[in-house]
């Protein structure tokens, strides 16, 4: 049986019973046992091959780690890229530019989003698409996003860095469902237009030290959400 077919039964299946989350892996192991199939599809091929019409409920079946999004809102946790902070290292921190993996300061590099980051080439726009994709493929709605910016003090990188940082992730929340997005150098449009998106950022709380915490950098951090 072709996949298609099987994606098909096994979705039919699914749908008919009412099928618990705790049952679906048994079911899809059913039915490619009953074939000789040497793979089990995945969760999200099943929602790709799912009818329009079919997905919401198929979604609440599949969904995999519902505390993620309980809240209604989407953690997005995004890096920014490898710089030494002014201060100099810390002890505890493990990266830095001169780790072996060019890391985050204050990261290994083998965290699960410092590993999305270096994927990506650090780009802020590519890793909020690329999250934002990977939670609806898991079965989670992401029409409300928490963007966490990590990866060292923030508050110390040069303003521009940090208004380019910030700009880029909501312009992949704007444009996420294929809407280009409001503005190039000002970000002030790309935020207006954010408010009514598909995708909408409600916070941004960003990494930073107590040292670098003062009055012109809580201003800045306001200014960029």
């Not at 994927?119 to 898991?138: I, K, N, S, T, W």
């Not at 000002?186 to 207006?192: G, I, Q, V, W, Y």
Request: proline share 11%; net charge neutral.
């Amino acid at each position: 049986m072709a996949g298609p077919d099987i994606h098909r039964e096994i979705i039919d299946l699914l749908l008919s019973r009412n099928t618990p989350p705790s049952d679906v892996t048994r079911i899809k192991v059913e039915v490619c046992k009953q074939y000789g199939l040497p793979t089990i599809p995945r969760n999200s091929e099943l929602l790709a091959a799912a009818l329009p019409g079919e997905r919401e409920q198929l979604r609440k079946i599949l969904l995999v780690k519902p505390t993620r999004t309980l809240s209604g809102v989407a953690p997005v946790a995004v890096m920014t890229s490898p710089a030494p902070c002014p201060h100099g290292k810390c002890l505890p921190c493990p990266g830095g530019p001169l780790h072996p993996f060019q890391s985050p300061q204050s990261y290994t590099g083998e965290e699960p989003a410092a590993l999305r980051a270096r994927v990506h080439g650090y780009d802020p726009y590519r890793q909020v698409r690329a999250r934002l994709e990977q939670f609806e493929l898991l079965g989670h709605h992401v029409d409300k996003v928490e963007l966490i910016v990590m990866g060292g003090t923030m508050t110390a990188r040069t303003p521009e860095y940090q208004e380019w940082f910030v700009a880029s992730c909501v312009r992949a929340m704007n444009e996420y469902r294929g809407h280009p997005a409001a503005g190039d150098a000002d970000t002030a449009p790309l935020f207006r237009q954010n408010e009514y998106a598909p995708v909408r950022c409600v916070a941004i709380p960003f990494e930073t030290r107590p040292d670098w915490c003062g009055t012109k950098e809580i201003n800045r951090m306001l200014s960029l959400g």
